[in-house]
């Protein structure tokens, strides 16, 4: 299993980055996909989540209407859009899957939303 996540950087309040996720090694349409994230000092925590078919999707309260959960099983990657960010979005974004009973990560990407 590899999960390999790109597009973080800096960004502006107010704006916006899109995130994806490349994965391998496991029938990904087969798959919840989740977004966690960890900023400084503090515990890594769900973002949102998007079901195999990608009909239905989750969102911890404070990125609802904000980030958007989105996957293409064409191309086996997930992707996270997030506008209106916020300082306290800065963090380590983290592409995640539960299969076989263990969760598998990808090495994250780093999201800093400064002026």
């Known amino acids: 299993v590899q999960l390999v996540e790109s597009g973080g950087g800096l960004a502006q309040p107010g704006g916006s980055l899109r995130l994806s996720c490349a994965a391998s090694?496991?029938?990904?349409?087969?798959?919840?996909m989740n977004w966690y994230r960890q900023g400084p000092g503090k515990e890594r925590e769900l973002v949102a989540t998007?079901?195999?078919?990608?009909?239905?999707?989750n969102y911890a309260d404070s990125m609802k209407g904000r980030f958007t959960i989105s996957r293409d099983n064409t191309k086996n990657t997930v992707s996270l859009q997030m506008n209106d960010l916020k300082s306290e979005d800065t963090a380590v974004y983290y592409c995640?899957?539960?299969?076989?009973?263990?969760?598998?990560w990808g090495q994250g990407t780093q999201v800093t939303v400064s002026s």
């Open positions: 995640n899957v539960r299969l076989w009973g263990a969760s598998y």
């Open positions: 090694g496991f029938a990904f349409n087969n798959y919840v």
């Open positions: 998007i079901s195999s078919g990608g009909s239905s999707t």
